[in-house]
């Protein structure tokens, strides 16, 4: 296994977050795998078969009757990594992945690596989700991968209601979720001389690249780096605003053109995208 490689993307969100969204907008890309093997294998020899891609990304979507079972749908980590890529709960709800731990320790399965070094021989990019956001988790998925971009969601409130709202009971509380990295648990950790949670999202809650562009005392950094140090992750991080552009198709379009020239994909297709967003976003109004 080539570890030294920018071809897997590292995509961070909460539940709910959308971030399947994201993924699948990057699936409608020739030079991406998606987290199925069944299309996978189908799309080798075609790998330009953008109608096929389109119609698996738009299969994705339940109906809305559908939508408190719309993980029956989803293309999903456990299938692209079969029984190595199996998840748990860590002790704080939050969802974490075996694989990494698996890499780190040498003891993967050989069929999972095997499969992953067939997608990589092609040139193919393919996703690791992570729904927690807390540096341990997200230090151990980077560390086997220091070249792998990550894929962090900020801005997620508006859109992660929706989600909940239509996709559960509607009895999730955000902090039991999201943890830190929402702003109502921000609000209760932050002292008066913090900057906005607005401004720490932005900044991918790294104070230290934060305070290139704002002004706080050392003794203030050291607070914030108690509960917000993703200064410790090195590799390459993209931040992708969900309601800044979710709700609006030309944003998304403008965003995503940014996204698939930061990754290197040289085939984007804005009249994908919009189809798929428009089925999209009408299940979560």
Known sequence: ?????????????PPYAGGKFVMNC???SRQVAPSHRGLI????????????????????????EDMLNWQNFEFQDEDLFKGS???RYTNDKMWSGRQAHDWNNGTSDPDTDQFLMSIMSRNLHWFMTVHDQTTPVIADVCRPWPRARVILLINHEKFWQLAVRNKTQGNLDRISVAGNFCQDKYNQLCG??????QIVEKHQYNIPLLRQEVE???????????????HVIDNP???YDVDGTYFDTDRVIEEMSKLYKWIGLDDFQPDLIATYHSAYINLHR
């Open 237 to 239: 991080v993209y931040t």
């Open 26 to 28: 990057l699936n409608l």
């Open 216 to 230: 706080i005392s050392d003794a203030v950094a050291e607070e914030m780096m108690q509960y917000y140090d993703w």
């Open 41 to 64: 294998n189908q799309l080798q020899d075609q790998p330009d078969n953008y109608d096929l891609r389109l119609n698996a990304v738009m299969s994705t979507l339940p109906k809305t």
């Open 1 to 13: 296994m080539n570890f030294d490689s920018d071809l897997p993307i590292i995509i961070v969100f």
């Open 192 to 197: 008066e001389d913090w900057p906005s949670w």
């Open 85 to 87: 890529q199996t998840y």
